[in-house]
């Protein structure tokens, strides 16, 4: 794959806008670099909105479409994405898009490429620094160069990659959808019941870890490692097993849920409940976010989860007949959600191993 071709000479490269709309409640997208995962996802969770006034002069550079890779150039350097079908909105600020206007190239192909360690070591070595932010410069980028292979190899190697990566966001789907179900089942049986306890009084807590965020970056374990954001890494040993909470201390409030052996970074607090409440918890807890964030999470600058206020919250404790109905219809949910969480994150190491020996060659996919 020695023999390369400038970008320029198969794509189009769009800068997006340099200034910030006015955002709205709903309306046209405006996509910022929140919404692009570190994985190369769009995040729609993550989507704010525009007016259509403002969409109309938030699109006077480009207006994305479907198929266009969108990526990152200040800042937070090196996401990219694929715009998807139906989009209706406008870039963010930093963002730019390439748009493949070659019948040689394949997009999907092109897309793995830019995610591929080869091409992050290449940019890597472009960026510029600056006194506030790192960029990468907008305009040198169609003057770079991509690898010049047959449009039938490129189809294979995209072909085999968007095939691991459609089972991962299937999964995605159906952990959504057992999500909201189970969400639904907790807020139609105990929403509106009356306090009869304190959360210290069904609350177990694991150990702080010491481990963190930075640590797990680099780690290949085997064991789910939930930390204060939404990404979960991986660990080579597990700090607890069983039906566990996992609550943000930093930042904004989070909860997540996971069946199995597990670890966490030391801005972690897990947490698990008796009497085969860990469930009841995790949904409880869940549908208090909002409350979570605005009573107990407090300090200036960086706020932080004020743990004894927490514990001290009141909360239905479910009498054992309510509780053993509760668990039969969710407690199967969260079995499936974790075994889909856990085949994800191989799915994603298998991805991440073929890329870039694809790419390189040094892996070939036979006819």
């Not at 198929?67 to 990152?72: C, E």
């Not at 963010?92 to 997009?107: E, F, H, P, Q, Y």
Request: hydrophobic letters at 35%.
């Amino acid at each position: 794959m020695s023999e390369r071709i400038v970008i320029k000479e198969i794509c189009e490269v769009y800068d997006g806008p340099h200034a910030t709309p006015k955002k709205t409640v709903d309306g046209p997208v405006y996509l910022g670099i929140d919404a692009i995962t570190d994985d190369g996802k769009i995040n729609a969770k993550e989507f704010a909105h525009l007016s259509e006034e403002d969409y109309i002069k938030w699109t006077k550079r480009v207006t994305p479409q479907y198929g266009d890779i969108v990526f990152s150039y200040e800042a937070t350097l090196g996401r990219y994405a694929l715009i998807p079908k139906d989009f209706y909105g406008c870039l963010g600020r930093r963002l730019a898009i390439i748009r493949n206007v070659s019948k040689n190239i394949d997009t999907l192909w092109l897309y793995y490429y830019f995610l591929s360690p080869e091409w992050k070591q290449f940019i890597q070595s472009k960026i510029i620094k600056g006194s506030t932010v790192n960029r990468i410069s907008v305009e040198d980028f169609p003057t770079y160069t991509v690898p010049n292979i047959s449009i039938k190899v490129q189809r294979k190697i995209a072909n085999i990659l968007s095939k691991i990566d459609e089972k991962i966001a299937l999964n995605n789907n159906i952990n959504d959808n057992l999500s909201a179900m189970a969400y639904d089942i907790y807020m139609h049986n105990f929403f509106s019941k009356k306090p009869n306890a304190k959360l210290k009084d069904i609350l177990t807590e694991a150990e702080k870890s010491a481990i963190q965020v930075g640590e797990a970056k680099t780690s290949n374990g085997e064991y789910p490692f939930f930390t204060s954001g939404a990404t979960i890494l991986k660990w080579n040993e597990p700090f607890v097993d069983g039906r566990n909470c996992f609550l943000n201390t930093g930042g904004n409030a989070d909860v997540k849920f996971y069946v199995g052996k597990a670890a966490y970074s030391t801005d972690t607090w897990s947490i698990s409940a008796k009497s085969e409440m860990s469930d009841y918890l995790y949904l409880m807890l869940f549908s208090i976010k909002p409350e979570l964030n605005q009573k107990f999470f407090q300090g200036t600058g960086l706020k932080h989860l004020q743990k004894p206020l927490l514990k001290d919250r009141a909360i239905y404790v479910p009498e054992k007949m309510e509780l053993e109905a509760f668990n039969r219809q969710v407690m199967p949910m969260l079995d499936i959600i974790s075994e889909n969480t856990r085949e994800n994150q191989q799915l994603t190491s298998l991805r991440d191993w073929l890329l870039p020996m694809l790419m390189n060659g040094q892996a070939t996919i036979s006819d």
